[in-house]
Structure formats: C-alpha cells, structure tokens
C-alpha cells in the first residue's frame, strides 16, 4: 500500500514564476491537508480539501490556492513566488471516516526561489 | 506569543540514555496530540497519538498529556542512534478540524 505521494521532490524558480506542487492522498483517504515548513521550523498549516472543497485556511495570501480531484489527488499552487516562499511543502492525508484522523504526511516537495 | 512552544535544542545523549521532550501551548481548545519524527530532509511520520490528558505508551515511547498545565511530554527509553531525528510536537481542537499546530521541533542526536 503506498503511503502519500509528492511530486516533484525538488523545484527551482525565480520570484514572480508560479508552480504547481502534486500529492496523491494514501490509499482509503478523502482528505488532503498542505502545510508549509521553513527551515529549522514547524509545518505551518496553509489549507485542507475536503470532497473537492477547500475546507479550511491557515494565514497564508490568495498567492496559495489548491484544487482536489474526484480520485482525492491534490495540488497546491502559487503565484508570484517571492524568495521568503522557498521552503518544505508537506502534503498530509486522512479520512474522516477513521477513528481519530490521524494525518500522514508525504516526503514533501523542497521548492527554492531565486 | 507562539500557539506550540517547543524547545529546538540540539540535545545530544549517550546511546541507551532516556530522552525527554516536552512542549506547552496556550490554546485550552487542544484535545488532540500527537509526536511526529522527522529525519533530515523528509515527511514528518507519525509517532504517538493521545486524546486528553493522560499517559499512552508504545514500546519504548511514552506520551504524556497534562491539559492542567498546558505540557505534554515524549520519552523515549533505552535511546539509539536510529532515533537521532527532528521531534515535533502538535495539536488540535476538534477530531475533524484538520489544522494541526505544531511546535518548532526539537533535534536529537542519539551518540554510539
């Protein structure tokens, strides 16, 4: 059983460019979470998807938007990168029909801007 | 104020040595808690989930959650070097709300 998916692994831009990051949920899940980790930091919560529905937001711009698909597959893009958006992007899954909803996070995608 | 305050370290211990972590958080909402490990360059993957207050023990991990005094705690007993890794805390409010607030992460070195 694969566990959560990313793609790519790692991704370079310059600021202004806008990219497109992939996770595929683990097998069974409905729910996709994304999340933002700096260096030396702790993931930071940007948005959940939920039935094709962004469900909930963390304290991040309209620069970060997403989608989900009907086969629960996610994609986190943003817009206008500026160099301080060079971080870890995480893809966490879940289900809400599980006791507790534990979360499993992918490998992420390491995304640097220049 | 940080939501999840969590010491960074580095706290580096002998081989079989017990380890402590501990993080305290302000929002009196949290219910959910878990520890995540995080080696260099990877996912988070989850290693002990609690719900309240109390104690939850998983072979050689032990969480502890004190809602009293807003501290929960990770040991981790007969310490090796596999368990040299980035130790996250985090927490929520409610079972299907799906943010996760985590703590800055501690940094563990296991010494052979």
């Known amino acids: 059983d694969a566990g959560v998916t990313q793609s790519p692994t790692h991704l370079i831009k310059t600021r202004g460019q806008q990219v497109t990051l992939r996770c595929s949920p683990k097998?069974?899940?409905?729910?996709v979470s994304w999340y933002q980790q700096a260096l030396g930091q702790g993931p930071q919560f940007i948005f959940q998807?939920?039935?094709?529905?962004?469900?909930q937001r963390g304290n991040f711009p309209d620069r970060f938007s997403g989608h989900q698909f009907p086969n629960y597959s996610s994609e986190l893009n943003v817009n206008a990168l500026l160099l301080g958006d060079s971080a870890l992007y995480l893809c966490?899954?879940?289900?809400?029909?599980?006791?507790?909803?534990?979360?499993?996070f992918g490998p992420g995608t390491r995304l640097t801007v220049l | 104020q940080k939501e999840v305050e969590q010491d960074p370290g580095p706290l580096s211990v002998p081989e079989g040595a017990i380890v402590s972590l501990n993080c305290t958080y302000s929002n009196s909402a949290f219910q959910y808690f878990m520890w995540y490990r995080q080696y260099s360059r990877k996912g988070p993957e989850l290693l002990m989930y609690t719900y309240s207050s109390g104690n939850k023990e998983d072979g050689r991990f032990t969480a502890q959650v004190d809602k009293s005094s807003k501290y929960i705690s990770l040991f981790i007993r007969d310490s090796q070097p596999s368990d040299s890794a980035t130790y996250l805390c985090?927490?929520?409010?409610?079972?299907?709300?799906?943010?996760?607030?985590f703590g800055a992460g501690t940094t563990v070195t296991v010494r052979a």
């Open positions: 097998s069974g899940h409905d729910t």
């Open positions: 998807y939920y039935e094709e529905e962004e469900r």
């Open positions: 985090a927490m929520r409010a409610l079972r299907n709300d799906y943010k996760l607030s």
């Open positions: 966490a899954s879940s289900s809400r029909r599980l006791a507790g909803g534990e979360k499993f």
